[in-house]
């Protein structure tokens, strides 16, 4: 099994709270994961029509037969049981209040594929009572063997499935769409028309990194903005796209407003894309864009695995100037542009440079690329894509040389 890094966050917070809860996209690897790390829990998938129908009709017969500490897969399925942990998890604490005992910790492992109803969920039921982390399919750090080009990364995407089972990506994500997105998107919405959805992923894919503009889509595919706009929260909440706001500051210019569009896994979009072979995706258009979206999301992975707060924006003039990526760090903002070129050129770092003269609050920058030097300039640094660590690591040996 491959180390995942966000494990010691995970154990880390299951010493603090008596429930976990740990969301993420369908084939991400949460169930492979909690199970290996609490091993000793009793393990209910609640996809299973048994299960889930004893627990809905019989909570107290469900807890009888699956008591703590135990984990509930998928849990979005029986948000009625929430309710009863929330009971369950007060009682132990009050209990263990009267005997001078350390309350019960992870007590309930949570998992969950439908972010927006688990967590309007938890908020009700099980606010102060859990940690709810977020797991992403693997990172590039996480993954045996890494010298891979950047079109080979994005081809084949992150989800475990591909690289411990060495399943085609091709044959991966056609059987994942069908299976799952497809799936959940019934679930959660009245589909009648598969093709025009589909036919609005491909649209979508073709996006990346660009402004969102459901207008535009509608008139392309024939469906109301309004309704699109349905489908895209639903595709947040199923984890198969993120959406990352601007960033507002009265820098004295015009802003964008609209958020850019990624998608969580980089070899979906691209099987979406058509792409089948690395040198297509190479040779394909958007492979700048496909590059960027490996990135960003990149970063995204790094900052819920180690549970810190993943403030990512956007910076868009109506002058065109703009920064690919921004975090938000404490009272700095790290501007980042982001370039697949395999050779450095400083017109990279024009927008960074131009961010910077417009706002106190960002001293240093980075650009990320597809080459493999590492190049330290008077207020930002340039590094290989692949080499990417927590920001505030990187701040610590950032050379400054300003006046």
Known sequence: MIKRDISRTILAEATQYPVLTLIGPRQSGKTTLVRDLFSEHRYVNLENPEYRNLAEIDPKAFFHRFPAPVIL??????????????????????LALQSGQPAPTASFVLTGSHQLELR?????????RTSLLSLYPFS????????????EWILNG????????????????????????????????????????????????????????????????????????????????????????PYYENFGKRVVKSPKLYFVDIGLACWLLGSETAQQVFRDPLAGSLFENLVV?????????????????????HNQNEVDLIIEHQRDLIPIEIKSSRTWHRDFSRGIRYFQKITARAPQGYVLYGGTETLVFETFRVLPYTDLMPWEDKASDFIDKRS
């Open 120 to 128: 309007a969920q938890i908020t009700q039921s099980l606010a102060g």
């Open 297 to 317: 999301l990149e970063v995204m992975k790094r900052q819920l695995n180690h549970q810190q707060p993943a403030r990512l924006y956007f910076w868009r003039d």
């Open 73 to 94: 897969d998928e849990v979005q399925r029986v948000p009625q049981l929430l309710s009863w942990i929330q009971v369950m998890v007060d009682e132990a604490n009050h």
């Open 140 to 151: 590039m750090q996480e993954i045996p063997m890494q010298e891979r080009e950047q079109e």
């Open 158 to 245: 992150f989800f475990p499935a591909i690289y411990s089972q060495k399943i085609e990506p091709g044959v991966f994500y056609r059987n994942y769409y069908r299976t799952y997105v497809e799936k959940d998107v019934r679930l959660l919405i009245n589909l009648k028309d598969s093709r025009a959805f589909e036919q609005f992923l491909k649209l979508l894919a073709g996006r990346i990194g660009q402004e969102l503009n459901l207008q535009s889509i509608s008139k392309q595919i024939g469906v109301s903005s309004t309704t699109l706009a349905k489908w895209i929260s639903i595709l947040e909440a199923s984890f198969i796209i993120t959406l990352i706001p």
